[in-house]
């Protein structure tokens, strides 16, 4: 028999572990049930072992010293705290279909290659032929404060999702799946909800298959067609920790305009959204890791390169799901992106507009005689470029003036929140979208 070793991302089974009888040590219920037909025991070197209903070892796991904890908290799967020492090339992805479940098999990884497509260009205020724009373009967008949670007039269908200890990983795992498709799920976080939801659907309509998030070969296959694992290493290096960084963003304009560039405060905040993942979804899974050490081997998402290759001709922004598609000129889907779309109190545009304008890392002209009103500002203030910017590192600039689809430096709130009227995604799905549009396209506000 094939023995799988199933294992945490948060901690390794211990080598060599002793015969599997059970001891009379017993099994301490501070460890979850694994769910109906498993048994776990304890074996002759004080190891968890749980086995299924056919015998086969599910997971080995070393019990760790007892602490408080509120058991009404989430447990987050395989992703709860219990620490373990990670193995330079080792990485926790999904096991083979052989497994019939997931299980973290350890399988050997390449570090992962910086993504090229994530690299901004510098706002130059030159004219850029690539991209029919001007680098540096300073928007000014209209409306009110963002903050309104929003309620979608016809979501996407609920989809039904993977349940028990692992749940969280093979959630992340069909996130990575989607956003490899060019079918952004918005922030990869291990958890379900209306954008992956709009994911799967959008999916569907690309490719005409269904997903079934419930079936961890299927997405094990799919996987392994994609790129492998979901999970892959990084190595920390001295150029992340170079930042340039900015201690703290403040929340009133005025001082944003006097810092030197709107950048990431903390490596955390850079590497996930370089990965596209929550920034607390990061810090899950690589428990005690030392984010500001160069050599730092840590687990990341393992998406895939932005869609290129395609020419987008036709955009819709779907006010009523909260979502942006991109289409070819034959009507085919080529990408689609979660979104926050306006609100009641300062809607998007309805109707046609067209694009008019991309720019890369572009200022923000704060302009309280067209914006909405910002603490004690009265004054024209121009905000600096960078991720943590009030539209974020990319601008498309719409014919409607002030309105556009831009980035955000909150991409945990994309599909959560609403926008100023304007069309919010993430940096990383904004920057994919403008290396794909040029002037003239028609962005279609659909209700």
Same mark, same amino acid.
């Given at each position: 028999m094939k023995t799988v070793w199933a294992m945490s991302l948060l901690a390794l089974c211990v080598a060599g572990a002793g015969p599997l009888e059970a001891s009379a040590q017993g099994f301490d219920p501070y460890y979850e049930d694994y769910g109906p037909g498993t048994e776990s025991f304890v074996d002759d070197n004080g190891n968890i072992v749980t086995v299924d209903a056919y015998g086969r070892v599910i997971a080995v796991e070393r019990p760790q010293p007892r602490a408080p904890r509120d058991r009404g908290a989430s447990r987050g799967g395989v992703l709860e705290g219990r620490a373990g020492e990670v193995p330079p090339g080792v990485e926790y992805g999904l096991p083979d279909a052989a497994s019939g479940g997931f299980a973290d098999v350890p399988v050997e990884a390449e570090p992962l290659p910086l993504p090229g497509s994530q690299q901004a260009s510098q706002g130059s205020g030159l004219p850029n032929p690539d991209f029919g724009g001007l680098d540096g373009y300073t928007p000014s967008?209209?409306?009110?404060?963002?903050?309104? #949670?929003?309620?979608?007039s016809h979501p996407a269908p609920r989809i039904s999702g993977p349940k028990g200890r692992n749940a969280k990983t093979e959630i992340a795992a069909l996130q990575v799946l989607l956003d490899r498709a060019g079918i952004s799920p918005g922030v990869i976080d291990g958890r379900l909800g209306g954008n992956v939801d709009k994911a799967v659907a959008a999916y569907t309509e690309m490719t005409g298959r269904t997903i079934d998030a419930t079936n961890a070969q299927s997405l094990v296959e799919e996987l392994d067609v994609t790129g492998g694992p979901a999970i892959a290493t990084y190595e920390i290096t001295n150029e992340d920790l170079g930042g340039p960084y900015v201690a703290s963003i403040p929340e009133d304009y005025a001082h944003k305009? =006097?810092?030197?560039?709107?950048?990431? #405060?903390?490596?955390?905040?850079?590497?996930?959204?370089?990965?596209?993942?929550?920034?607390?979804?990061?810090?899950?899974?690589?428990?005690?890791?030392?984010?500001?050490?160069?050599? #730092?081997?840590?687990?990341? =998402?393992?998406?895939?390169?932005?869609v290129t290759g395609a020419e987008v001709a036709r955009i819709v922004a779907d006010k009523g799901r909260e979502q942006v598609r991109a289409y070819d000129a034959t009507g085919r889907l080529v990408a689609a992106y979660p979104s926050s779309i306006g609100s009641t109190s300062t809607p998007s545009p309805s109707g046609t507009v067209e694009v008019a304008r991309i720019a890369f890392d572009p200022n923000y002209t704060y302009n309280p005689k067209i914006n909405f009103k910002q603490g004690d500002n009265d004054k024209i203030l121009t905000i600096p470029p960078g991720p943590n910017g009030p539209v974020g590192t990319i601008w498309i600039a719409l014919s409607k003036p002030t309105y556009g689809i831009h980035g955000t430096p909150e991409p945990s709130k994309i599909g959560k929140s609403n926008s100023h009227g304007c069309v919010r995604l993430t940096n990383w799905d904004a920057n994919e979208l403008a290396k794909l549009v040029k002037p003239g396209v028609v962005v279609e506000f659909t209700e």
């Open positions: 967008i209209g409306g009110a404060p963002e903050g309104t #949670t929003l309620r979608e305009a =006097m810092l030197p560039a709107m950048s990431y #405060t903390r490596v955390t905040e850079m590497l996930a959204e370089r990965f596209h993942m929550d920034e607390d979804y990061l810090k899950e899974i690589n428990p005690g890791a030392d984010f500001n050490r160069p050599g #730092t081997r840590i687990k990341v =998402m393992a998406v895939g390169e932005n």
